[in-house]
């Protein structure tokens, strides 16, 4: 499929992959829990909508020409969750989005993929100004998006809610 973007990444513990159509049953550990989806789908998927969620994800990639990434750990083949650039078409604006099955909350796995994520983004996607949407409540990921270095930049309200907007830093380019 053409992309803007790298298919795959690789970081010091994981393989940020394209999707594949057989990831819903690794992603299904998130998407089918309340607790993990609490704040992003509001509700556990059952497993048939975990698989649409997959190709949407996949269809994401074909339309705008990048997308979130599968995130593998590499000591193991074992799929975690997800991240990466994500803008579908309610959202104000493109964001790094990230989820994790909860087994691996808590091991900074998140926080690596993001700091991957952004530094793809500097070179590979300058002009995008990235965000993350981040319901007021969820604290624990308004804690990571403050640690890879985003700010605070308003509230909103979205799909019922009050939602935060983080601003990822401006992308910089590697030195030459």
């Given at each position: 499929?053409?992309?803007?973007?790298?298919?795959?990444?690789?970081?010091?513990?994981?393989?940020?992959?394209?999707?594949?159509?057989?990831?819903?049953?690794?992603?299904h550990e998130y998407y089918g829990d309340a607790e993990c989806t609490r704040y992003t789908t509001l509700q556990p998927l059952a497993p048939e909508e975990t698989r649409r969620m997959v190709g949407a994800v996949r269809r994401h990639w074909e339309r705008r020409g990048y997308g979130p990434y599968v995130l593998e750990e590499t000591?193991?083949?074992?799929?975690?969750?997800?991240?990466?650039?994500?803008?579908?078409?309610?959202?104000?604006?493109?964001?790094?989005?990230?989820?994790?099955a909860r087994r691996h909350w808590?091991?900074?796995?998140?926080?690596?993929?993001?700091?991957?994520?952004?530094?793809?983004?500097?070179?590979?996607?300058?002009?995008?100004?990235?965000i993350s949407l981040i319901h007021a409540d969820n604290a624990p990921s308004i804690a990571l998006a403050?640690?890879?270095g985003a700010r605070f930049e308003r509230a909103m309200d979205f799909r019922g809610g009050t939602y935060h907007v983080y601003r990822h830093p401006a992308p910089r380019p590697p030195p030459p």
């Open positions: 499929m053409p992309s803007l973007i790298p298919v795959s990444l690789r970081s010091a513990r994981l393989h940020l992959r394209c999707v594949a159509d057989d990831d819903w049953v690794g992603l000591a193991t083949g074992q799929v975690l969750g997800i991240a990466g650039p994500w803008y579908p078409k309610e959202w104000p604006e493109a964001e790094i989005k990230w989820a994790l808590g091991r900074g796995f998140a926080a690596e993929a993001a700091r991957a994520v952004q530094a793809m983004a500097a070179v590979h996607l300058p002009g995008l100004r990235l403050l640690a890879v």
